[in-house]
């Protein structure tokens, strides 16, 4: 074997990839070469700087909104897939060869017609939006449709045989919905708006609004979804009222996790004093306080950078030991 | 869900093919931070790392009804993974979910004030050494290839037959990456260590 080959499996040892053998052979032979034993003791300080370096570490904060903007995308890329294959099931369904050129040139002139109709039109409205009928709902929890409002008309088409005409628009429609925090389907926008409102202070209020509320039947998407507010809402506003609204909840193991983790990782201080007064004040729901428990507790008493953090988490302590 | 996590893995892809949803968010959660890990150590910058993830997943959902079981699901997730961080430019993108315009900072900043919490805490940036950010710029002088795999030779702790079979490639190749990489990582911070 040439040197070259045996420096390979300097490296090869530094990450266990050698069989006994071949470890065995290379420590006989680096025992009996100063340069190759030279390039081990090399390899092994170099290794000994890289493992100071620490790169970006996925923490749950991390995962959270990694997951949270996956979600974000897919529900995008659902409604794109949806329209698309109904323009494609369209145009599918009314170019037959024959009419092609035809078509072409009554889509054209339908089009100019309705972009005329939409740009000229006199009327008391400035914006092209009408009413929609209202519909009945389900009355439990209420529900009040008002008015739609119809944005983005596209695609417009007519079929000469049938003397239709057909094209496609955005409607936003305002729904105003009335009942109880416990009414699941009340539960389920709540979330929604938890998850995907862009506005801070909607979501602020959302969590509120389940934070002031007793909450008698405990949903378990509500509570994943109040964890990953408290976690990784980027606002600490959302982030302290996502933990007042999870003591609404029965404690366990994955709200006393998601407590201690925001006592270890959230950078602001005032959502760590939330999350150790909310362990404090639920503690009794923690039969007996485990290892991690204790560990962050004492980790938080000793480093901790806020005095009053400092000093709960000592109290919690003291508290556990009686 | 609660049934989904029961399920071997096999049954979950069977059910995720046919455009069951839930199925594909339990194969998600079941691999999701490995993939993040990965792109996190390769780019080792939080927002791009968030980037591949979903590049990644919305790549596996599109492919997943093509997907043949020739090789494990890890190991086919895992070949998507490494090819969109090697296909992955500096270029940090702007976010399909959520967007953060100037509007919606002033809008953080009242609710901030208005609930009096101080924010100065969460500006506070991990230091870094200086080996560290010269361990990181060492680190992207390598070339995709070299950096993906002493990534997960290194930082990953990967066998060198599963970066092969993650890279579709022979061990020698990786093996050849990984003492390039190993040969420039040296020249670069020698003088840390001498």
Same mark, same amino acid.
């Given at each position: ?64 909104? !990694? ?11 659902? !409604? ?206 923690? !039969? ?26 000592? !109290? ?7 | ?22 199925? +594909? ?33 919305? #790549? ?6 093509? +997907?043949?079981? #020739?090789?494990? +699901? ?59 950010? #010269? ?43 990984? +003492? ?15």
């Amino acid at each position: 074997m040439t040197h070259e080959q045996y420096r390979e499996r300097v490296e090869l040892k530094f990450y266990d990839e050698l069989g006994a053998a071949e470890q065995k052979e290379l420590e006989t032979h680096l025992l009996e070469c100063k340069e190759c034993s030279a390039f081990h003791d090399e390899l092994k300080k170099l290794h000994g700087v890289l493992a100071q370096y620490k790169p970006v570490e996925v923490t749950d904060r991390l995962l959270f909104e !990694a997951r949270d903007q996956l979600i974000g995308a897919m529900r995008g890329k659902d !409604a794109q897939s949806s329209l698309l294959d109904r323009l494609r099931e369209y145009v599918g369904d009314a170019l037959l060869p024959n009419y092609k050129v035809a078509l072409g040139g009554v889509m054209t002139i339908a089009l100019g017609f309705a972009l005329g109709y939409v740009a000229f039109r006199s009327g008391p409205t400035e914006s092209p939006s009408v009413s929609l009928p209202v519909q009945s709902m389900n009355p439990s929890p209420e529900l009040v449709r008002g008015e739609g409002q119809i944005a983005n008309v596209r695609d417009i088409s007519s079929d000469p045989r049938s003397g239709e005409v057909e094209f496609m628009f955005d409607a936003v429609m305002p729904v105003h919905m009335k009942g109880s925090v416990n009414d699941p389907k009340i539960q389920q926008v709540l979330a929604h708006a938890i998850l995907n409102e862009q506005n801070p202070g909607v979501r602020l209020r959302t969590v509120s609004a389940i934070a002031s509320e007793r909450v008698e039947q405990p949903d378990s998407d509500v509570r994943d979804i109040l964890i990953m507010a408290a976690v990784s809402d980027e606002n600490p506003g959302v982030r302290i009222e996502a933990l007042k609204a999870l003591q609404q909840f029965p404690m366990d193991e994955k709200i006393k996790k998601t407590y201690l983790d925001i006592l270890k990782h959230d950078n602001n201080s005032a959502i760590r004093i939330a999350a150790i007064n909310a362990l404090a004040s639920s503690k009794r729901g923690i !039969a007996v306080p485990d290892k991690e428990f204790i560990d962050v507790l004492k980790q938080r008493m000793q480093t901790d950078n806020n005095d009053y953090v400092r000093l709960r988490a000592k !109290a919690v302590l003291q508290e556990n030991k009686q | 869900m609660k049934d989904l996590r029961a399920l071997e893995d096999t049954e979950v892809i069977k059910q995720a093919r046919v455009g069951n949803r839930s199925a +594909f968010d339990e194969l998600v959660h079941r691999y999701d931070k490995q993939v993040l890990s990965i792109a996190a150590r390769y780019v080792n910058q939080a927002e791009d790392a968030k980037d591949i993830y979903q590049e990644v997943f919305m #790549r596996v959902y599109k492919a997943l009804p093509k +997907f043949e079981a #020739r090789s494990e +699901f890890s190991t086919w997730l895992y070949r998507i993974t490494t090819n969109v961080c090697l296909t992955h430019g500096s270029r940090r993108k702007k976010h399909s979910h959520r967007t953060h315009s100037h509007d919606r900072d002033d809008i953080d900043k009242e609710t901030d004030a208005e609930l009096g919490v101080s924010d100065h805490e969460t500006d506070r940036q991990t230091l870094n050494s200086e080996i560290s950010t #010269r361990v990181s710029t060492a680190m992207n002088v390598l070339s995709p290839q070299q950096k993906m795999v002493f990534t997960l030779k290194h930082y990953e702790g990967y066998k060198l037959k599963e970066i092969a079979d993650m890279l579709a490639c022979s061990e020698g190749t990786v093996k050849k990456h990984l +003492f390039m990489a190993t040969q420039r990582m040296r020249d670069q911070l020698r003088d840390l260590y001498e």
